[in-house]
T-cell receptor
């Protein structure tokens, strides 16, 4: 079945440095790739997403890149701050009009920002 | 997200007991989901419902059942709880009108089965 692999499982970076989380997906029909952030004691929340017809998308300090040929996508956080400490999930899905519009999540990355 | 609420937030129970986790939403979304979160395994889909008359199994439905009582309510039951069902459970919703099914998660229920 469909699978999304996410690395690393834990990541610790110095405040101000950059953090990169990488994911690969198996379903070649996937065309939408969201990233969710889960803060302590809360449910995951969408922070950024990218569609298959776009190679890169930025929103302030976060950016996502997509390589459809290699089935890779990544989350980049620059100038990290303490509030970036959280668990991050990548995910992949198809358009809702297809028969399989479920979202497949990666295993998560626990990001810690060192002061 | 305060628009998606889950009860209880924490529950400790014993092996063999029947447990129900409840989810309510005020977002007016048609689609509702139950996920399970385990360390190192991420979020795995247990069941999902695209409307009141539609119930579908996810990847790990064994040992669980669900009921969609109304558009706004979706409950998850463990008929006979076992220790490996100890996990963090999330309810989520999405809007049929959203092409990419953005998921709106509740705060989670931490379940411990002794």
């Amino acid at each position: 079945g469909e699978n999304v692999e996410q690395h690393p499982s834990t990541l610790s970076v110095q405040e101000g440095d950059s953090a990169v989380i990488k994911c690969t997906y198996s379903d070649s029909a996937s065309n939408y790739f969201p990233w969710y952030k889960q803060e302590l004691g809360k449910g995951p929340q969408l922070i950024i997403d990218i569609r298959s017809n776009v190679g890169e998308k930025k929103d302030q300090r976060i950016a996502v890149t997509l390589n459809k040929t290699a089935k890779h996508f990544s989350l980049h956080i620059t100038e990290t701050q303490p509030e970036d400490s959280a668990v991050y999930f990548c995910a992949a899905s198809r358009d809702r009009y297809s028969s399989a519009s479920k979202i497949i999540f990666g295993s998560g990355t626990r990001l810690s920002i060192r002061p | 997200d305060a628009d998606v609420t889950q009860t209880p937030r924490n529950r400790i129970t014993k092996t063999g007991k029947r447990i129900m986790l409840e989810c309510s939403q005020t977002k007016g979304h048609d689609r509702m989901y139950w996920y399970r979160q385990d360390p190192g395994l991420g979020l795995r889909l247990i069941y999902y419902s695209f409307d009141v008359k539609d119930i579908n199994k996810g990847e790990i439905s064994d040992g669980y059942s669900v009921s969609r009582q109304a558009q706004a309510k979706f409950s998850l039951s463990l008929e006979s709880a076992i220790p490996n069902q100890t996990a963090l459970y999330f309810c989520a919703t999405s809007d049929f009108g959203d092409r990419h099914n953005e998921q709106f998660f509740g705060p989670g229920t931490r379940l411990t089965v002794l």
